[in-house]
T-cell receptor, first 119, second 112 residues
Framework: AAGVIQSPRHLIKEKRETATLKCYPI?????VYWYQQGPGQDPQFLIS???????DKGSIPDRFSAQQFSDYHSELNMSSLELGDSALYFCASSLVNLAGGILITDTQYFGPGTRLTVL | AQKITQTQPGMFVQEKEAVTLDCTYDTSDQSYGLFWYKQPSSGEMIFLIYQGSYDEQNATEGRYSLNFQKARKSANLVISASQLGDSAMYFCAMREGYALNFGKGTSLLVTP
């Protein structure tokens, strides 16, 4: 079965540079999520998009922005990179179901991650 | 805010034995979802099993089962017949809106 695709898989940047991470969700999934996992840490939710609209926002720095495009792929743009941004960045995708008038997100399937190193 | 607690930083189990990884949660929501993910040393996050708060039966997926005790707010993962390939970090997570809130994880090492 098709999985979530992330590119690039590895990225090395200098401080103050910019980076763009790309995510291609599982076909027919309408929701995309971004997570950041620092070394030895659990993943932290950054932001999500449902049907190309921002649906939720977590601990995403103001230097980061993201969007979901008409083909449902998503990009995470990171500017003024800092050493502390070095981490594994996951994209996940899911369907959203309507249950009793409430939107409920289905299981999130994660991509392989992009390992960002800021020097 | 919801909270997930995994109290076992590391666990050892011998091959072919069963192991239980603990997870407790704290929420005031009536409807919620609990997930377990596996993260091998290669880094990917692999979905293992899901339990909904209204599910009457404990979830099972192959060798994985979830011991869900709603009154105690625990959702422990049971891996039966451990294999060497089960060595990994295991995360318990709860859905809060669109986000998943993760516990700190348990590192499982399966020995021959």
């Amino acid at each position: 079965a098709a999985g979530v695709i992330q590119s690039p898989r590895h990225l090395i940047k200098e401080k103050r540079e910019t980076a763009t991470l790309k995510c291609y969700p599982i076909p027919r999934h309408d929701t995309v999520y971004w997570y950041q996992q620092g070394p030895g840490q659990d993943p932290q939710f950054l932001i999500s998009f449902y049907e190309k609209m921002q649906s939720d926002k977590g601990s995403i720095p103001d230097r980061f922005s993201a969007q979901q495009f008409s083909d449902y792929h998503s990009e995470l743009n990171m500017s003024s990179l800092e050493l502390g941004d070095s981490a594994l960045y996951f994209c996940a995708s899911s369907l959203v179901n309507l249950a009793g008038g409430i939107l409920i997100t289905d299981t999130q399937y994660f991509g392989p991650g992009t390992r960002l190193t800021v020097l | 805010a919801q909270k997930i607690t995994q109290t076992q930083p590391g666990m050892f189990v011998q091959e072919k034995e069963a192991v239980t990884l603990d997870c407790t949660y704290d929420t005031s929501d009536q409807s919620y979802g609990l997930f377990w993910y596996k993260q091998p040393s290669s880094g990917e996050m692999i979905f293992l099993i899901y339990q909904g708060s209204y599910d009457e039966q404990n979830a099972t997926e192959g060798r994985y089962s979830l011991n869900f005790q709603k009154a105690r707010k625990s959702a422990n993962l049971v891996i039966s017949a451990s294999q060497l390939g089960d060595s990994a970090m295991y995360f318990c997570a709860m859905r809060e809106g669109y986000a998943l809130n993760f516990g700190k994880g348990t590192s499982l090492l399966v020995t021959p």
